[in-house]
C-alpha cells in the first residue's frame, strides 16, 4: 500500500477516465486541461445552452466544480454546496453551512468559495467562518466539521481569518488554508484525516514572533532559516506578517512534494512591518513539504521584502518541458509579481523567469537565483514616495486560473494591468479592528483621488489571455479583452479554450490561435473556470459559475464598470452540442437605479465621512462611494436618508442577515453619521451623471471619475 488509497490511485491516473473533474485543476497537475474532445474546433460554433441552475447567493461565484460518475459539486458564494446531475441540472442536494453574515467583512475580498475536494465518497469544502466540513457525497450529511483555525490565533482582535479556497487531498490528508493578511493574520495550513476530521499536521509560513516552538511541523525551519530574515521588533509581531496560503495548495504525486503558494506580508508596509530589514520568508514563496508530515524540503521565494500584496499563491502547475534537449519535471508559476517562472520539482532549483505582463518594479530576474532586480523607487515604504506600481495589489494575474495544453505546448494565462498607487500611511502603522491595516493611506487606497489621474488610471486598466510559450519563454499569442478581473481557463482535446469574461460573454477560442470561435451572452460578470466532463448520457458538457464579484469590483467600484457593465445573476451554466434549454431569460441589467438624494448635507462633515468610509467601506461598497453592481450601492440606499435609519444599519447591525456586520466597535456615533454626510455629498455628486449612464447602450457614465 503506498498510503494514496483508491481515490488517491484514481486522481493519479485521471486520463484513464477523462469523463470526470475529480479535483480542483482535474488532476494533480492542475493543467485544466480536459482530453474530452467531442467538442473541438469544427463543430464548437454549434454549441447550445444545456441547462443552467440559478443560485440562491447573488455574489462573486469562483468555484471550480468537481465532476464524479456525472455528478457535479459545485461550491458558491457564502461557503454552499450544491449536488446537480451534470447532464440535466437537476439539484440533488444542498448544504447551506449557515455561516453568520457579520463573518463577510472579516475577509478581504467577497465571500467566495473556490470549490471542493473530493476523496472516498466524501466531499470536503471550507467555510468563510474557518471551518472544514466532510459530507457524505451520495446523501449531502454531515460526515464531519472541524474548526481549522485555532482559537488563541486571531489573539483578540488583531487577526483574521477566512476560508475560501478549496482543499486538496493528498494521501488521505485534506489540506487547508485561510486567507486575512490584508487585516493581521500569521499564514498556516493544516493536514486533516479524510476520514476522521483528526488533525494530523499544521505548518505555519512564517515566524513565530518571540521566535518560540508552535509545536508545529514548521518549528525547526522557522527558527532556524526564516526568523534570521525578519526585524526581531516590527509590526509583524503583533499583526502576525502575513503569508497567507489562500489558494494554491498541490499535491505532486511525481516528486511526493506538498506545495504551497504563500501570500503576502501583513502590514503590506515593510518598513513598519520589519523595520524595513530582511527578505521574510516564507512571504511570497513556494514552499514544498513531505505530505506525511508536512515537513520541510525546499522553498522559492519570488518576491523577497514583499510591499506590493504579491503574494505567490497562484495556481502552481506542474509540466513536464524539454529544457536543455533533456525532459524536466517542472513547476511553472504565474504569479501576482508579473514573472513567469520554471522551478524545478523535486528540488526547487530555479531554472528561469520572464515577466509575462508589463512590470515596472524589476527590470529583471537574476538569471542565477531569480531574485528580482528592483526598481528603487518601487521599494516606496524606504523611499518614503508614493509609488505608482504595475502590477499593482491585484497582480499581473489573480486566482483565475491558467490552463495548460499539452498538444499546443502552451500555457494560457488570464492576465491583466490593474495599476495601484502604493502611499505610506503617515505617522507610523495605527491598525484599526474591522478594517484592512495595510501600513497605507487609506484616503487613497492605491487609486488616485484627483479626476485627471483617475482617468488616467481608467486608461491603464487592461484584461487579455496570453498564450505563453514555456520552452522560449515568451509570448506566442494574445487574445485583448474589455478590461480586467476575467475568468479562468479551461484547455481541452478538441484544441479550444474555454473563459468566461468580466462583461458576462462566455467564450470559446482555438487553442492554437487564439480566433473567437463561439460566444453567449451570460448576463453578469463570470470570474470563475470552467470544467468539462461527460454526463450520464456520455455526452461531453462544459460548464461554469456566473456571478460577477471578487475584490475588483467590490473596491474598484464604478471604476470596475470599464471591464463592461453587468450586475450580478448567479447560476451555474451548462453547454453541450445538442442542448436544448435556449437564451437565458431576460432581466434587469440596469443595476441599482439612481434615486434622487436628499438635497442638503453638512460640508464641514465630509472629509471624515471620505476617511471613514475608505477605511471600512470601500472594500465592499466601491472607491469613493460608488458601487459596481454586486452590493447595494450607498448612494442610492434608503438608509441615508435618515440619521436614525443609517446608524441601524451600520452601527447596530440590522443588516447583519444579508453579510452587513456592525461598526459600533469600530466607530462612534458621530463618525458613522459622518460617513452618512459624504455619501449625500456623492450622491449629489454623481445622481446626474449616473442617470444618464443608464441611458447609453453600455451603461458605463462617459465622464468616469
Ligand atoms: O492576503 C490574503 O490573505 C488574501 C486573501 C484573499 C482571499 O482569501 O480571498 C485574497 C487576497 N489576499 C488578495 O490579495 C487578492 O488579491 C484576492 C482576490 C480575491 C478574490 O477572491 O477576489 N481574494 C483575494
Ligand atoms: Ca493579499
Known amino acids: ?78 461557503s454552499m454546496m450544491k449536488a446537480v446531475d451534470g447532464a440535466t441540472g437537476k439539484l440533488l442536494w444542498s448544504y447551506d453551512p449557515r455561516v453568520p453574515g ?40 454531515l460526515v464531519w466539521s472541524v474548526n481549522t483555525i485555532p482559537p488563541e490565533a486571531e489573539l483578540g482582535k488583531q487577526r483574521s481569518y477566512t476560508v475560501d479556497g478549496a482543499p486538496r487531498i493528498a494521501k488521505g490528508r485534506v489540506i487547508i488554508g485561510n486567507g486575512g493578511s490584508e487585516f493581521g493574520a500569521r499564514g498556516f495550513v493544516s493536514a486533516f484525516d479524510a476520514e476522521t476530521g483528526k488533525l494530523d499536521w499544521r505548518f505555519f509560513t512564517v515566524p513565530n514572533p518571540k521566535n518560540e516552538p ?23 509581531t503583533r499583526q502576525g506578517g502575513g503569508g497567507t496560503v489562500w489558494d494554491s495548495i498541490v499535491y505532486d504525486p511525481v516528486s511526493d512534494l506538498v506545495y504551497l503558494g504563500v501570500g503576502n506580508g501583513s502590514p503590506w508596509n515593510y518598513k513598519y512591518r520589519s523595520e524595513g530589514k530582511g527578505d521574510n520568508l516564507f512571504l511570497g514563496s513556494i514552499v514544498a513539504l513531505k505530505p506525511e508530515t508536512g515537513e520541510y524540503v525546499w522553498h522559492f521565494q519570488e518576491t523577497p521584502m514583499d510591499q506590493w500584496d504579491f503574494t505567490s499563491v497562484q495556481q502552481i502547475m506542474t509540466v513536464d518541458l524539454p529544457i536543455n534537449g533533456e525532459t524536466r519535471h517542472v513547476i511553472v508559476h ?68 491558467m490552463a495548460y495544453s499539452p498538444k499546443t505546448g502552451l500555457v494560457y494565462i488570464p492576465a491583466q494591468q490593474v495599476p495601484f498607487l502604493y502611499t505610506n500611511q503617515v505617522g507610523g502603522f495605527t491598525p484599526h479592528p474591522d478594517s484592512w491595516n495595510l501600513g497605507l493611506d487609506m484616503n487613497k487606497v492605491g487609486i488616485p483621488d484627483s479626476p485627471e489621474a483617475k482617468q488616467a488610471f481608467v486608461k491603464d486598466l487592461k484584461g487579455w489571455i496570453v498564450a ?31 473563459q468566461g469574461l468580466a462583461n458576462g460573454e462566455f467564450h470559446a477560442y482555438d487553442a492554437t490561435n487564439g480566433s473567437d470561435l463561439f460566444h453567449f451572452a451570460a448576463d453578469s460578470g463570470i470570474i470563475a473556470p470552467p470544467v468539462s466532463y461527460l454526463g450520464s448520457d456520455k455526452k461531453q458538457y462544459v460548464a461554469v459559475e456566473v456571478g460577477w464579484g471578487g475584490i475588483y469590483p467590490f473596491f474598484l467600484g464604478g471604476l470596475a464598470r470599464t471591464s463592461g457593465w453587468t450586475v450580478n445573476h448567479s447560476r451555474i451554466i451548462a453547454f453541450s452540442l445538442d442542448g436544448k434549454s435556449g437564451p437565458l431569460p431576460k432581466q434587469n441589467d440596469q443595476g441599482f437605479l439612481p434615486v434622487k438624494p436628499p438635497a442638503q448635507f453638512d460640508s464641514k462633515r465630509t472629509d471624515n465621512g471620505y476617511f471613514q468610509f475608505q477605511t471600512y467601506c470601500a472594500a465592499c461598497h466601491g472607491d469613493n462611494a460608488e458601487g459596481a453592481g454586486v452590493l447595494p450601492d450607498l448612494r442610492w440606499s434608503g438608509s441615508i436618508r435618515h440619521e436614525d435609519a443609517f446608524y441601524n444599519v451600520v452601527g447596530r447591525g440590522a443588516l447583519t442577515a444579508y453579510g452587513m456586520d456592525r461598526f459600533d466597535s469600530s466607530m462612534n456615533p458621530t463618525e458613522i453619521e459622518d460617513i452618512r454626510q459624504f455619501l449625500i455629498k456623492r450622491a449629489n455628486e454623481t445622481y446626474q451623471r449616473e442617470v444618464d449612464a443608464r441611458k447609453n447602450a453600455a451603461g458605463i457614465p462617459e465622464q468616469q471619475p
Not at 2 to 26: F, K, L, N, S, V
Open 214 to 236: 508552535d509545536h508545529a511541523a514548521s518549528d525547526s525551519v522557522l527558527m532556524n532559516k526564516a526568523y534570521q530574515t525578519w526585524s526581531p521588533t516590527g509590526a509583524w
Open 1 to 78: 500500500d503506498d498510503g494514496q488509497g483508491a481515490t488517491g490511485e484514481a486522481i493519479i491516473h485521471a486520463d484513464d477516465h477523462p469523463g470526470d473533474w475529480m479535483t480542483y485543476g482535474r488532476t494533480y497537475s492542475e493543467q485544466r486541461y480536459s482530453p474530452l474532445d467531442q467538442i473541438n474546433r469544427s463543430n464548437v460554433g454549434n454549441l447550445k445552452l444545456a441547462w443552467y441552475l440559478d443560485l440562491d447567493t447573488n455574489r462573486g461565484q469562483e468555484g471550480t466544480p468537481l465532476v464524479v460518475n456525472g455528478i457535479m459539486y459545485a461550491t458558491t458564494n457564502w
Open 334 to 401: 504565474a504569479p501576482k509579481n508579473g514573472f513567469f517562472y520554471i522551478i524545478d520539482a523535486k528540488t526547487g532549483e530555479f531554472i528561469s523567469g520572464k515577466n509575462y505582463v508589463y512590470v515596472n518594479w524589476a527590470s529583471g530576474l537574476d538569471p542565477k537565483t531569480g531574485r528580482p532586480i528592483y526598481n528603487p523607487d518601487a521599494l516606496y515604504t524606504l523611499t518614503g514616495k508614493d509609488w505608482y506600481g504595475i502590477p499593482g495589489d491585484l497582480g499581473g494575474h489573480n486566482f483565475a486560473a
Open 102 to 141: 457579520n463573518i463577510a467583512d472579516k475577509g478581504c475580498c467577497d465571500t467566495v468559495n473556490r470549490g471542493a475536494a473530493y476523496w472516498n465518497g466524501k466531499v470536503y469544502f471550507g467555510t468563510f467562518d474557518g471551518r472544514l466540513i466532510a459530507l457524505d457525497a451520495k446523501t449531502g450529511k
Open 468 to 498: 505563453w510559450d514555456p520552452k522560449t519563454q515568451a509570448e506566442a499569442w494574445r487574445v485583448d479583452h474589455k478590461g480586467p478581473w476575467n475568468g479562468g481557463i479551461l484547455a481541452t482535446g478538441g484544441d479550444l479554450l474555454f
